[in-house]
């Protein structure tokens, strides 16, 4: 009974990982989390230590950032890497790392032209 159960189960696991391997093409859904309000897209220029690095976002300005504590065992960031930022609102030269893309989400951001500026940078 056992192994009747197995089989079964095996070729039902076969059948869904076939369908989500040929989905996995050019034409895959993918969410991507696009700044909100006064979120900006940025790059990271460099790490300075104790979860702060520089950011150029693409307003125009560099910002001193850091990852806020309630994020930081979670979230790992690299220099180059795009993240969002969330500027103070009583200092627009310092903000709040609150994403950081994957590699991915980057080649659809660049599809579809919230990264088109990325090469200026």
């Not at 056992?2 to 391997?21: G, K, L, P, S, T």
């Not at 989390?33 to 897209?41: A, D, S």
């Not at 009583?90 to 994403?99: M, R």
């Amino acid at each position: 009974m056992a192994d009747e159960f197995d089989e079964e189960f095996n070729e039902e696991f076969e059948q869904e990982n076939d369908e989500f391997q040929s989905s996995s093409g050019s034409d895959e859904i993918m969410r991507v989390r696009t700044p909100r309000g006064k979120e900006v897209l940025g790059v990271v220029e460099q790490l300075l230590g104790l979860r702060k690095m520089y950011v150029r976002c693409f307003d125009g300005k560099t910002r001193l950032c850091r990852v806020p504590g309630r994020l930081r065992r979670s979230m790992w960031v690299k220099n180059g890497d795009a993240v969002i930022v969330e500027p103070w609102e009583y200092d627009e030269d310092k903000g709040d790392i609150i994403y950081t893309y994957r590699r991915g989400q980057v080649e659809w951001l660049r599809k579809k032209g919230f990264l088109k500026d990325l090469e200026e940078f």
